[in-house]
């Protein structure tokens, strides 16, 4: 075993500063570390993206990442999307209301990789989100409820960010 | 949504229940803030990993633990010298008949049976080291040849558990004297032989269990991941052999089960017990692989089906040869399932004669556990069957059901093996979603794509969900329903919502009994809550529900009762609405449930004579023996000839689960079950190679769908009141039932003009491809 190096990292907006084993997965400094719990690990493999967080504002698999590898970095996490005052995410929200979750375990993941999705294609067609969702996996909803969800905070964020191009 | 109604509309106007009202649990799931068991941490606790063998079957010559128990931070190694000797039986707790009789080795002892067969237990101060231990055992082993096939292994001299003297698990048959001479007057007899192969119930969280024991206290405290916290405390109690009151099981969110965690693996019965040994709280996480490779697996089922037709294309009579593998160590009423299977394989149609077999044997893999709809080969079966019947007599396979579908002048209707329909709709379903569809006009777009060289398909699938089950150790639900001093009110039930939303839904259900608003409502699962079976079997509208509401209504005459002394008015001239009661007519005479609760807690002398103090009522639910719902799926696919690739297009459920309680949550379920039967039918597979090597070890080996694959769903509602209080029924296991035929049927209608008719699944793209090079080749000699 090695000596622990040290980590500092601002997770969700609070500094961390950890002295990590050279092994320990990113998802696992952010659990047992850091105590973000809505990090979630289905597989350990890259394959679900039930531990998606953004690194960076980039998202990335929690599972695929070494802590060590994330010094010096920002990660935001399901818990860190909300407002100041505890308001949900548009992305969070639109899951709500759409019964875009059932066990919820998956969720997390799927709320970050949403999030990251509708930056980078704020008006994504309805296979564009089928594809772009791809890559993180739920066993309880068939998709249907996440599809909708993504629509509809795609159509609420446009809106907004249309009416503020106006002003 | 569309939705028709085939009797009376729902019993009451109500304020929750029928409203598709947003779920209780959700603002904690999607902002990370979900309890799961992984996310329980205790001062002073240690984990657990697991050694599991890399032999299908072998002998242990030799199991050396020294290296790995001398390694700094590694507190125990547990083999099954320390720990098999204090559990006589592998048996569930709750459902004591029907079992399978499997050695009741904890561990294993001397011989591995399946590859991932639990041989060593290590307790470390993190999960890392627990890992490094592992690789620091020596065992030694010399293979055996294995029992893989389970076509094969009723007659293979190789014994999976020698103690038992056979691989026959089990064996049943029922032979109905008309069935020949039907069959042998029929105008057309097809024989065809289906099979379904081995899946996976995948939860998104793996299993796992946190427990604590505490010698002082002598007491027990258990989070797990858990479909029935009941089963758990029963199987704990027994096995550390405590009574119930020193076990409290904690249950927090679940992340998925499908059927995987009712009942206890040989690894979480291995974790209670090293964690008394211990004298420390123990954690044990599964990890994917040994979710993929140890816990129960599912669905490896052939299935012989003769069925005759007369001149009307009316069926006469059908006969069923079953088989499925139980694997090493099966979990729970694995023959009950045989059972539900020939029970139910009549199912929408009108078979008069029907005559059966049903066994199951064991095999050197990992253990056949229930997975949502667990018979579900009926359908998969018969639905075939119908297709193929209908290309062999070229009558279109919608009109082949509509010859034979039970109609609502044929109800009650009992079927040839015994079932009673009384509320059901199979033809208003196929009606529903064909018109969803538009049938025939894809029948002629499907023409005119051909000439263009496109191959599509439909597919449909009928069946009757025996939801709710009445008997038994599911026969029924307990719950306690307290109102608080404020006026809030507490639900205690024996439950273990997983994702379906009871914290949603059983609040609607109280809410609108008691007339207050569900806000105020608080959901109570595990620990004080009266026994239940727990969640799954598509029972808990129904079940559950009942319970809520006979409990809940007792706490409604309390209220009633207690306010009409105070108000001076006769409680029949009295209504509570949104937590005021009130005299009809007199809106200004009223009273608080909150005010009421104040007082029959703190004023007893201020109660009516005779007047126990409190508002708190339990009551248990009771089931009628089943309660049956009905749906119909129809898909539309496009199959891709060259690279084997099958595309579905539409799909459309038209179900009929009775009276919702909330929409939103119904079409979740339904959605859910059809997207894990279009994974088994297209996508998923756990097969193993000639040495018993699991060949899906990872989520990359075995693929579940993601959201390119699976089409919107379109869901139909066909309302049919059942005889329960609400008029509710199930439809939890329904969608992953109906799925898988319908999406196989599709594909044999897209490939038709070729002759290639799939029997078994996954129809990988490979799968098709080999289909057709072998039409091509036979056509070619």
Redesign the interface.
Known sequence: MTEPIPVTTTVNGVPHNAAV?A??TLADYL?EDCL??????????G??G?CTVLLDGIAVRACLLFAVQVDGSTVT???G??DPDGT?STV??A???C??????????GF?ISATAFLENHPHPTLDD???G???????????????AAVQQAASKLSTRSGSEDKQ | MTTAETASAPPEAARFVGQSVRRVEDKRLVTGHGRYVDDVVLPGMFHVAFARSDFARARIVALDTTAAAALPGVHAVFTASELNHHVDSLRSSMVTAEQAIVPAHVLADGDVRFVGDPIALVVADNRYLAEDAIDLLDVEYEALLPVVDFEQAASDQNLVHPELGTNVAGVEHSTNAGVAPALANAAVVVTETFRQHRQRNMPMETRGLVVDWQPYAERVDIWASTQSPHELTLTAARVLNLGEHQVRVHMGDVGGAFGQKVFLGRDEIAVLLAARAVGRPLKWIEDRRENLIAANSARVDRTTVTMGLDDDARIVAAEIDQLNDSGAYPLGGVPANSNNLVSMFPGPYAIPLMSWSAGSVFTNTSGRGAYRGPWQMETVARELMIDTLARRIGMDPLELRRHNVIRQEDLPYTTATGNVYERISPAETLEQAVAMLDYDAFRVGQTEARLDGRYLGVGLSLFIEPTSKGAGALGNEGAVVRVELDGSVSVYMGTGSHGQGLETTIAQVVADELGIDMAVVAFHQGHGSPYGFGTGGSRSAVIAGGAARAAASGVRQQILHLAAHVLEAGPEDLRIELGVVSVAGTPTRSVSVAELARTAYTQPEALPPDTAPGLEHSARYQAPPVTFSNAAHVCTCEVDVNTGIVTLLRYLVSEDCGVMVNPMIVQGQIAGGVAQGIGGALFEHSPYDTDGNPLAATMLDYLIPTSAEIPIIEIGHIVTPSDSPGGHKGVGEGGAIGSPPCVVNAVNDALSPFGVAFTKQPITPNAVLRALDEVRTESAT
Not at chain 1, 36 to 45: D, I, N
Not at chain 1, 99 to 108: K, V, Y
Not at chain 1, 136 to 145: P, S, V
């Open positions: 084993e092994r320990k659990r973000v719990t809505g990090v979630h690990l289905g597989c350990e493999q394959a679900c039930a996490t399901a818990e999307l909300m949900l969070q929200e899951f709500r209301n019964h875009g979750l059932q066990c919820g375990f998956c969720t997390p709320v989100i089928r594809t969702l791809s890559g993180n996996l739920c066993r309880c909803t068939g998709y249907q409820g996440i599809v």
